[in-house]
Every structure is written in structure tokens, then in C-alpha cells.
């Protein structure tokens, strides 16, 4: 059965590429996904699965009953692109201005749809149910898992699976880990509210972009000195917003960064710290500040059993060349949240051309990806619903 459905997922690959290549003219950005939910449930429905709609708000299920008893077992895309302008030149190059799959969701979809495709056609040898779960907004927290699964999506699902087709792995390595493979990813604000005026009086002044320099220079300490260095964990400020004529002294100015770790109590530990800094930096200047802290998706934990079978079926894989146990990742990702739910494991499936003069990341206007890595993929994701406890 495994052979007749790579002979099948072969034979489909062009399907694969044409789907990936219209849904990447066609991007939408997370939460304003319209288009991309409907052509994903007319698929399904064309191939007879059971479909769902505007689960949690935009995603799709659909459910694919074998002919044979057995587990649930549930399989994930996300389908929502980002707010980058396209650079790639590409034939196939977003159609909508400021919007581009700069992730790979688009070949994510493809590959899960057209492997649905697959198994229908072997329906009645298949053990057990496979529910395929598309799911918009990954790119944007509080992202679309949370609402998928309260609004059941992972109901009566055993095990569930997925991958993401990672640019910068080159092609045919799948890469794997169990435990804490991608981080938390969380947000932090903070204005910063001083005294303007005159930039030749700066005595009469509580200047906010001194004050919003010191409290940069204090946060690079709080990972190296106020965390076990046995743990993992990133600071940084992404923006310094101060934004003044030449000679005026700024009275306020907004700093606004990220957080990334993997332990909860390293999370917690941030983010007091952040805090008693931000505090004290300021009450040193006589100004004082409002802090927000926005926890973003936790960190993806996979179970031990399902990250090793994952790779086991990977290994035997035609194509993919080595399963690589990886470094955890500092990127976020929110298919954490199911791992919360039910048994599973998410692995990165290498999709750098070796061909290629220059790799750009995920996340970059000219990314790109080897589209042959969807059939690796898709054959991975197919022999783990096989071979899943049976």
C-alpha cells in the first residue's frame, strides 16, 4: 500500500507544483483569508471527504474515513502568507501588492492536498481516520490553532503530524527532534515617557532617547546575567521609535522587541526582569514608562515516540537522503498548541536547491523553495498515517 501511494504522490507532482504556484499569485495575509479556505474546502469536497468550514473562524477541516478500523490520525497546513512585497521575479510572483507566501504556506497546502488526493484513491486499505486540518494565520499571534482546536478540530484525534518545507535545510535532508524544537515567541512594548524640549536646554529636559539607549544596553545583560547559562533564551529590540526635528529632545520613545525561550520558568524570569529593568531605568531619570508584555505562541514540544517514528518513516523515504536530529530553533510556531492536546511531532522537511547561486530565509522578499520538497514531504506525512500504530 505504501508503494502504490508514492506511485500515486509521483504521478501527482505536477499537480502539486500548479497548485502551490496559483495559491502563491493569490497570497492573503492571517485573520483576512477568504479565497485560499474556499478553494481548499472545494477540494476536499470534490474528492467526497467530510468538510468543515470556517473552523475557528477561517480554517478547514476535512475527514477522510479509511475502510479498515483503526487510530485518528490528524495532519496539519497553515495556509496564510505574509505583508512582504515579492521580489523574486518569479513567473508564478504574487499578484497582490505588499503580500507574499514568503514561508512556504502555499507549498504546504499543496502538498496536503494533493496527498489527500492520494489516500482517497486507497481509502479502503487505509486503517483508521485522517482528519486534514488547514489552518490560517500561523504568521500573526494569537494565530488560528488556538480557535481551530476550541472549536474541535483535534475532537477524538489520536496522534497528529506535520512539516515545514525549511529553505535554508538543503533538499532531501529532513531534520527532526523530540522535546523543544521551536521556541516561544513572545512580544514586549514599552514607551518610554520623558520630558521634551529644547535641544540646546537639555538640562530642563528627561531626555526619552538617553534613557531608551540606556535601557537597550541593560536588556543584552538580562540574558547573560540573570539566566542559567545552561538554558536557552533571546532578548532583542527590533525598534527604537524616537522620531524628533534635529534639535528638539524627544520626550517620549517607544522601544518594542521580542522573547524567545524554551523553558517556562526562563519565561517567566524574562519577563519580571524585563519589567524591574524598564522601572528602574527610568525612576534613575526621574521619567517613567509603560510596559506591556504579549505572550505569543508557547514553545513546540514534540512527544519522544512520535518525533522518532516520524523520522523512521522519513528515513525510507525515496528521496530524502538523510533525518537529521536538528538544534532546537529560536522561531515560533503555533503548532505547539496541539502538541498541548494530543501525542505528535512537527519536523522540517530541507527544501534548498543545491542548484541554487543564493539561499534566501524564510520571512525574505526573495524567498523561494525547492518545490520537490513537497513530495518528500507529502511521501513522509503519507507513511506516518499508514504506518501509525498499525
Known amino acids: 500500500m505504501e508503494q502504490k501511494l ?12 500548479e497548485i502551490r504556484r496559483h495559491l502563491h499569485q493569490y497570497p492573503e495575509l492571517s485573520f483576512e483569508e477568504e479565497e485560499t479556505p474556499a478553494y481548499i474546502a472545494r477540494y476536499h469536497e470534490t474528492l467526497g ?14 475527514r477522510l474515513e479509511g475502510g479498515k478500523p483503526g487510530p485518528v490520525i490528524a495532519l496539519r497546513a497553515d495556509f496564510d502568507a505574509l505583508p512582504i512585497h515579492e521580489e523574486t521575479g518569479l513567473p508564478f510572483q504574487s499578484k497582490r501588492e505588499g503580500v507574499m507566501h514568503a514561508c512556504g504556506h502555499d507549498g504546504h497546502t499543496a502538498t496536503l492536498l494533493v496527498l489527500a488526493k492520494a489516500l482517497n484513491t486507497i481509502q ?31 475532537h477524538d484525534v489520536d496522534a497528529i503530524f506535520g512539516t515545514h518545507l525549511w529553505a535554508t535545510v538543503p533538499y532531501g535532508v529532513m531534520q527532526y527532534k523530540e522535546g523543544p524544537m521551536m521556541a516561544a515567541a513572545d512580544r514586549f512594548e ?10 540646546a536646554t537639555p538640562h530642563l529636559t528627561k ?34 521609535d524616537a522620531t524628533n526635528a534635529f534639535n528638539v529632545i524627544a520626550d517620549q520613545a517607544t522601544l518594542i522587541g521580542t522573547v524567545r525561550t524554551f ?10 526582569e ?35 517514528f516520524l523520522a523512521s518513516c522519513a528515513s525510507q523515504v525515496p528521496g530524502i537522503v538523510e533525518t537529521e536530529y536538528m538544534k532546537p530553533q529560536m522561531t515560533g510556531e503555533d503548532f505547539s498548541y496541539y502538541l498541548q492536546h494530543v501525542k505528535g511531532s512537527y519536523c522540517f522537511t530541507g527544501a534548498q536547491n543545491p542548484d541554487w547561486e543564493e539561499t534566501y530565509p524564510h520571512h525574505h522578499p526573495k524567498f523561494d523553495i525547492d518545490e520537490r520538497a513537497m513530495l518528500l514531504a507529502a511521501k513522509t506525512l503519507g507513511k506516518a498515517v499508514l504506518d501509525y500504530k498499525n
Open 207 to 240: 531626555d526619552a532617547i538617553v534613557i531608551g539607549s540606556q535601557l537597550v544596553t541593560t536588556i543584552q545583560q538580562l540574558v547573560s546575567r540573570r539566566i542559567d547559562p545552561q538554558e536557552s533564551a533571546v532578548v532583542s529590540v527590533g525598534s527604537f
Open 124 to 154: 479502503a486499505d487505509i486503517n483508521g481516520t485522517i482528519v486534514f486540518i488547514h489552518q490560517h494565520a500561523e504568521e500573526y499571534a494569537p494565530g488560528g490553532a488556538v480557535d481551530m482546536i476550541e472549536d474541535g478540530c483535534l
Open 274 to 308: 524585563l519589567e524591574r529593568i524598564t522601572k528602574a531605568t527610568c525612576e534613575s531619570a526621574n521619567a517613567d514608562a509603560d510596559f506591556q508584555y504579549i505572550r505569543g505562541y508557547p514553545a513546540v514540544v514534540n512527544h519522544e515516540a512520535e518525533a522518532n
Open 190 to 199: 514599552i514607551t518610554i515617557n520623558g520630558k521634551g524640549g529644547h535641544g
Open 49 to 62: 471527504h467530510e468538510v468543515k468550514k470556517n473552523i475557528g473562524n477561517r480554517g478547514v477541516t476535512a
Open 6 to 17: 508514492f506511485e500515486l504522490l509521483d504521478a501527482a507532482y505536477e499537480e502539486m507544483v
Open 263 to 272: 523553558n517556562d520558568e526562563v519565561r517567566d524570569t524574562i519577563e519580571e
